[in-house]
């Protein structure tokens, strides 16, 4: 048995990918012979969130310390050296395989209540390939008495091409991004990309520059599309799309692990319905009614 459980296969036309039960997780995904994301083998359990699904909050709770409904609670500090609490509940969880077909697969994970997130959810994600890729949905329905705050994400790294994240170019369509403290990335203020080293509104190499910021203030398309392009030297690459209003946040990350293997070799590329510590701040915090289904959808092409 594979660390990451059942491996579910898809494929259509150019386009392949593996799913697995273990976070629900993207391991691979290929147009033809070219990844376009960093994926992992199936007999390696997955590094750190490497294409899971973050759920009931991404990126990170301050202390892992929030307080809902007039309830003060602590959460796990899964992100023990920064003292937060990171990437939600269900990335290490088994996942059951609900429907599957040759291009489709869909798994669902309820959560149960616990002293830390009293609130019952029923999480299903959606795998679907097609001409435009691969669309990547997580939907949570509320099935407690009471409301419950939520947040989602995805955590795939994305690549452009052969090489490292220095190599590639990027292109994001935000006009501002959150400052964070250097020592745990928690936020600071918002301030402008006009001027500083994030400034990607134009696609530009990345080079040396470190990043592990959320940005916001999406400029979308006529279909309120927003869309992060990462371009390799030969103008290949891959994209992300998803609705801006429903994700109007997005963490950027250049996987910088000095002295290990996977050092810079992918860009996180992680579409969020909040920012870090919405749990606390509030800032775009969905809260779900009982009976409340929220979706968010994501795509990966290639280019």
């Given at each position: 048995?594979?660390?990451?459980?059942?491996?579910?296969?898809?494929r259509?036309?150019?386009y392949?990918?593996?799913?697995t039960?273990?976070?629900?997780?993207?391991?691979?995904?290929?147009?033809?012979?070219?990844?376009?994301?960093?994926?992992?083998?199936?007999?390696?359990?997955?590094?750190?969130?490497?294409?899971?699904?973050?759920?009931?909050?991404?990126?990170?709770?301050?202390?892992?310390?929030?307080?809902?409904?007039?309830?003060?609670?602590?959460?796990?500090?899964?992100?023990?050296?920064?003292?937060?609490?990171l990437?939600?509940?269900?990335?290490?969880?088994?996942?059951?395989?609900?429907?599957?077909?040759?291009?489709?697969?869909?798994?669902?994970?309820?959560?149960?209540?616990?002293?830390y997130?009293?609130?019952?959810?029923?999480?299903?994600?959606?795998?679907?390939?097609?001409?435009?890729?691969?669309?990547?949905?997580?939907?949570?329905?509320?099935?407690?008495?009471?409301?419950?705050?939520?947040?989602?994400?995805?955590?795939?790294?994305?690549?452009?091409?052969?090489?490292?994240?220095?190599?590639?170019?990027?292109?994001?369509?935000?006009?501002?991004?959150?400052?964070?403290?250097?020592?745990?990335?928690?936020?600071?203020?918002?301030?402008?990309?006009?001027?500083?080293?994030?400034?990607?509104?134009?696609?530009?190499?990345?080079?040396?520059?470190f990043?592990?910021?959320?940005?916001?203030?999406?400029?979308?398309?006529?279909?309120?599309?927003?869309?992060?392009?990462?371009?390799?030297?030969?103008g290949?690459?891959?994209?992300?799309?998803?609705?801006?209003?429903?994700?109007?946040?997005?963490?950027?990350?250049?996987?910088?692990?000095?002295?290990?293997?996977?050092?810079?070799?992918?860009?996180?590329?992680?579409?969020?319905?909040?920012?870090?510590?919405?749990?606390?701040?509030?800032v775009?915090?969905?809260?779900?009614?009982?009976?409340?289904?929220?979706?968010?959808?994501?795509?990966?092409?290639?280019?």
């Amino acid at each position: 048995m594979s660390p990451s459980g059942t491996q579910v296969e898809l494929r259509h036309g150019d386009y392949t990918a593996v799913v697995t039960e273990a976070g629900a997780t993207l391991r691979t995904l290929h147009h033809g012979q070219r990844p376009l994301v960093v994926g992992f083998d199936v007999d390696e359990i997955r590094p750190a969130h490497r294409g899971a699904v973050l759920a009931p909050w991404p990126n990170r709770i301050a202390d892992g310390r929030y307080e809902f409904a007039g309830q003060a609670r602590q959460l796990p500090l899964t992100e023990p050296d920064r003292r937060n609490a990171l990437h939600g509940l269900v990335t290490w969880v088994r996942w059951d395989v609900v429907t599957e077909s040759a291009a489709a697969v869909e798994l669902a994970h309820r959560l149960v209540p616990q002293p830390y997130y009293p609130h019952p959810l029923d999480l299903r994600v959606h795998y679907q390939l097609d001409e435009a890729g691969l669309h990547w949905t997580v939907s949570a329905t509320n099935t407690g008495n009471g409301p419950a705050p939520y947040g989602t994400a995805p955590h795939p790294y994305l690549v452009a091409g052969d090489g490292r994240v220095d190599e590639w170019s990027l292109e994001l369509p935000a006009t501002e991004y959150l400052e964070v403290t250097p020592d745990r990335l928690l936020p600071v203020g918002r301030a402008p990309v006009d001027g500083s080293a994030f400034d990607f509104r134009a696609a530009r190499t990345i080079g040396d520059t470190f990043v592990d910021h959320a940005f916001t203030a999406l400029s979308a398309d006529d279909r309120g599309t927003a869309q992060v392009r990462v371009l390799a030297a030969d103008g290949r690459g891959v994209a992300c799309t998803w609705d801006a209003a429903n994700c109007p946040w997005v963490q950027i990350h250049t996987a910088d692990r000095p002295g290990e293997a996977g050092h810079r070799v992918g860009l996180a590329v992680e579409p969020m319905t909040c920012p870090p510590d919405a749990f606390n701040s509030g800032v775009d915090l969905v809260v779900m009614a009982p009976g409340e289904t929220h979706r968010a959808t994501w795509t990966i092409s290639a280019l």
